[in-house]
């Protein structure tokens, strides 16, 4: 079975996808979608087979269009998923799903009622080293987990339609939530904006999952350095997970400390362990190929997505409480 496929909007992220889907043994890219005469032509010279549209009528007459992509901005997502839908095709759309809670939701609903698949693409859970981490989570090889503290950090680039938040943030709080597997009992966020726009560009996220374990996220458009780490702290191991080592993008740290179960833990001086560091050997491949193998796969009936509608509407539900308190100055909000 080919899965024939459209991708509305070939901006930024759109030639990624077209890509990828042509690559694949499994796929036929039948169309791209942009209102930009700009966009559609550079299509037209990567790719000189597809077919090109500027509305998305065209792509949904046509009957071998069973997924369509939508890589377009956040504001645009709702009414290109719900027209997709309601034609009766699958939809992958660019993250966040939308900007907005309710829609989100209409979304998911929608997908059940028509019987489609919505896939959300947070590309980062595709990654091996989330993968990597992920199944050290699973297999308990750091123990209990303390907290997760990620750094996501550039200059640039600057949105009119949405804060740093809508733009960073879902990388970072998709990982949170496919890691723990649940969401957070509460949240709060605070920031500033320095353009005249009054768009918050930089943001300190916290969520609070209970017992203890905190998620903290550092968003930052205003800064002179481009860093993206993650800090997955265990009782028995802590990992930090740095994207833009060329070569080792996980080390493993043997430290942390130690409590005498003797005594209670408000009295008790910790002990610090200090051992050995590993950087294990991670195979693998674009992150964007891996989970087109996966939609086709789940097109076909075999397996689930590591990334659904459901998903989806999770991350949007954080961050829209993130915005919430971000609005209040940093009010704790309670989901």
Same mark, same amino acid.
């Given at each position: 079975?080919?899965?024939?496929?459209?991708?509305?909007?070939?901006?930024?992220?759109?030639?990624?996808?077209?890509?990828?889907?042509?690559?694949?043994?499994?796929?036929?890219?039948?169309?791209?979608?942009?209102?930009?005469?700009?966009?559609?032509?550079?299509?037209?010279?990567?790719?000189?087979?597809?077919?090109?549209?500027?509305?998305?009528?065209?792509?949904?007459?046509?009957?071998?269009?069973?997924?369509?992509?939508?890589?377009?901005?956040?504001?645009?997502?709702?009414?290109?998923?719900?027209?997709?839908?309601?034609?009766?095709?699958?939809?992958?759309?660019?993250?966040?799903?939308?900007?907005?809670?309710?829609?989100?939701?209409?979304?998911?609903?929608?997908?059940?009622?028509?019987?489609?698949?919505?896939?959300?693409?947070?590309?980062?859970?595709?990654?091996?080293?989330?993968?990597?981490?992920?199944?050290?989570?699973?297999?308990?090889?750091?123990?209990?987990?303390?907290?997760?503290?990620?750094?996501?950090?550039?200059?640039?680039?600057?949105?009119?339609?949405?804060?740093?938040?809508?733009?960073?943030?879902?990388?970072?709080?998709?990982?949170?939530?496919?890691? @723990? +597997?649940?969401?957070?009992?509460? %949240? *709060?966020?605070?920031?500033?904006?320095?353009?005249? $726009? #009054?768009?918050?560009? =930089? &943001?300190?996220?916290?969520?609070?999952?209970?017992?203890?374990?905190?998620?903290?996220?550092?968003?930052?458009?205003?800064?002179?350095?481009?860093?993206?780490?993650?800090?997955?702290?265990?009782?028995?191991?802590?990992?930090?997970?740095?994207?833009?080592?060329?070569?080792?993008?996980?080390?493993?740290?043997?430290?942390?400390?130690?409590?005498?179960?003797?005594?209670?833990?408000?009295?008790?001086?910790?002990?610090?362990?200090?051992?050995?560091?590993?950087?294990?050997?991670?195979?693998?491949?674009?992150?964007?190929?891996?989970?087109?193998?996966?939609?086709?796969?789940?097109?076909?009936?075999?397996?689930?997505?590591?990334?659904?509608?459901? @998903? +989806?509407?999770?991350?949007?539900? %954080? *961050?829209?409480?993130?915005?919430?308190?971000?609005? $209040? #100055?940093?009010?704790? =909000? &309670?989901?």
């Amino acid at each position: 079975m080919t899965v024939g496929v459209a991708v509305v909007g070939y901006g930024y992220w759109g030639p990624n996808l077209v890509r990828n889907f042509q690559r694949h043994a499994g796929c036929q890219v039948r169309w791209v979608c942009d209102p930009d005469a700009g966009s559609r032509e550079r299509a037209a010279q990567d790719w000189p087979g597809v077919q090109r549209a500027a509305e998305l009528g065209p792509v949904l007459a046509d009957p071998a269009v069973e997924l369509v992509a939508v890589a377009t901005p956040i504001p645009t997502h709702f009414p290109l998923a719900k027209a997709a839908l309601e034609a009766g095709r699958h939809v992958l759309v660019e993250k966040p799903l939308t900007g907005d809670l309710a829609e989100a939701e209409a979304l998911l609903a929608l997908a059940g009622q028509v019987g489609k698949r919505l896939f959300v693409d947070h590309t980062y859970l595709f990654t091996p080293e989330v993968r990597e981490i992920k199944r050290q989570l699973d297999d308990g090889e750091l123990g209990e987990l303390l907290y997760l503290d990620a750094v996501r950090i550039n200059l640039g680039l600057f949105r009119h339609d949405h804060d740093v938040l809508w733009d960073l943030a879902p990388h970072d709080v998709s990982i949170f939530l496919h890691l @723990l +597997g649940r969401s957070p009992e509460s %949240v *709060l966020a605070t920031g500033a904006a320095h353009t005249p $726009s #009054g768009l918050a560009d =930089i &943001a300190m996220v916290h969520l609070d999952f209970g017992g203890g374990l905190v998620a903290h996220a550092h968003v930052n458009w205003l800064s002179p350095v481009k860093i993206r780490h993650t800090i997955v702290a265990g009782t028995k191991s802590m990992l930090v997970y740095n994207d833009l080592d060329p070569a080792e993008k996980i080390h493993v740290y043997d430290r942390g400390i130690e409590i005498d179960d003797d005594v209670s833990r408000r009295a008790a001086l910790p002990e610090y362990r200090h051992g050995d560091m590993r950087a294990p050997y991670i195979a693998g491949r674009e992150a964007l190929a891996v989970q087109t193998d996966e939609l086709v796969a789940c097109l076909r009936g075999e397996g689930e997505p590591t990334s659904p509608g459901a @998903l +989806g509407v999770e991350v949007v539900r %954080v *961050l829209s409480a993130l915005s919430e308190s971000l609005a $209040s #100055g940093g009010k704790r =909000i &309670a989901l």
